[in-house]
């Protein structure tokens, strides 16, 4: 009788999954987190609810995050009215300095935190590598969490779908 291991098929999920597919269809509880911009602006997940959230966590040294950022401006911007939220995370190592003249440099429009400590990092599933995306429902539910670069098309059929449901 031939046997299949089965090994071998639950690594290739596994590295399939951490290098960068969607995972759409799960539902997990956002975390309890506080965010504290450059800006010195202090945001609670949990007081957006009612909106749908994208979470993304970058780094200035990372360059699939900076080819990213004109899709995320062009989406806040242009959803931002109808109750879309976006919150940036940089990474860690990043220098609140750089982050704060790239932020500038780039004339992000939405909201740009810091997570010198790495506990927002830890609190979201442990993030080691960017970009990682986390998009969160107006019930306050992770349902999508892409590593590696989003596809920005994807991204909006969704969240114009979450604000079609508000």
């Not at 046997?3 to 269809?25: E, F, T």
């Not at 500038?104 to 939405?110: D, G, I, M, S, V």
């Not at 960017?130 to 991204?155: C, E, W, Y």
Request: glycine share 6%; with cysteine.
């Amino acid at each position: 009788m031939n046997k299949i291991k089965i090994w071998p098929i639950a690594l290739a999920i596994v590295v399939a999954a951490s290098l960068g597919l969607y995972q759409w269809g799960f539902k997990q509880s956002a975390p309890n987190a506080e965010f504290v911009t450059i800006k010195g602006e202090h945001i609670r997940l949990q007081e957006l609810r009612g909106h749908p959230v994208l979470v993304t966590f970058w780094a200035s040294d990372c360059r699939a995050c900076i080819e990213e950022m004109p899709d995320l401006a062009r989406l806040y911007r242009e959803l931002s009215g109808q109750g879309f939220k976006l919150i940036s995370v940089a990474m860690p190592y990043d220098l609140p300095s750089r982050v704060l003249s790239l932020a500038e440099a780039k004339q992000l429009p939405y909201p740009v935190a810091l997570d010198p400590l790495g506990h927002l990092a830890e609190t979201f599933d442990q993030v080691r590598l960017v970009p990682n995306s986390f998009l969160i429902t107006p019930d306050g539910h992770i349902v999508m969490h892409q590593l590696g670069r989003i596809d920005a098309r994807k991204l909006r059929e969704r969240i114009e779908q979450m604000l079609g449901e508000v």
